[in-house]
């Protein structure tokens, strides 16, 4: 999965792609948790562009999502909100498919 580097790139994504956004950080251990299951989940779903968000280094966008505990997981289909999955609780592998498959198989 690869990192966001600025704002510019966040809003071209959201506004262009199909993209499924991971709000993270390096010191939260739910997030470590599902990092050897997330290039299994991006290959499942092809269709989409993945972006690990640093929460730390993009607070701002965060906070615009109200995205207030993660990992979380927001996503977007050229410019529209399609889903969204955002809590502090650790995410399974199942859950996180089940959240995707909501939106993605439509």
Same mark, same amino acid.
């Given at each position: 999965?690869?990192?966001?580097q600025s704002?510019?790139? *966040?809003? $071209?994504?959201?506004?262009? +792609?199909?993209? /499924? ?6 010191? !939260? =251990? @739910? !997030?470590?948790? /599902?990092?050897?299951?997330? =290039?299994?989940? $991006?290959?499942? *779903? =092809?269709? *989409?562009? #993945?972006?690990?968000?640093?929460? @730390?280094? #993009? ?8 995205? *207030?505990? /993660? =990992?979380? #997981? ?14 502090k609780d650790?995410?399974?592998?199942? +859950? /996180?498919i089940s959240?995707? @498959? ?5």
């Amino acid at each position: 999965m690869r990192a966001l580097q600025s704002v510019k790139e *966040y809003n $071209e994504l959201k506004n262009n +792609e199909k993209t /499924i956004f991971l709000f993270t950080a390096g010191w !939260c =251990p @739910d !997030c470590r948790v /599902i990092e050897p299951i997330l =290039p299994e989940i $991006e290959d499942k *779903y =092809p269709e *989409y562009t #993945f972006v690990e968000i640093n929460r @730390d280094e #993009f607070m701002e966008l965060a906070g615009e999502n109200d995205i *207030y505990g /993660i =990992p979380s #997981f927001l996503a977007f289909n050229k410019g529209v909100e399609v889903g969204r999955f955002v809590s502090k609780d650790r995410k399974t592998k199942e +859950e /996180i498919i089940s959240f995707i @498959d909501g939106f993605a198989k439509v």
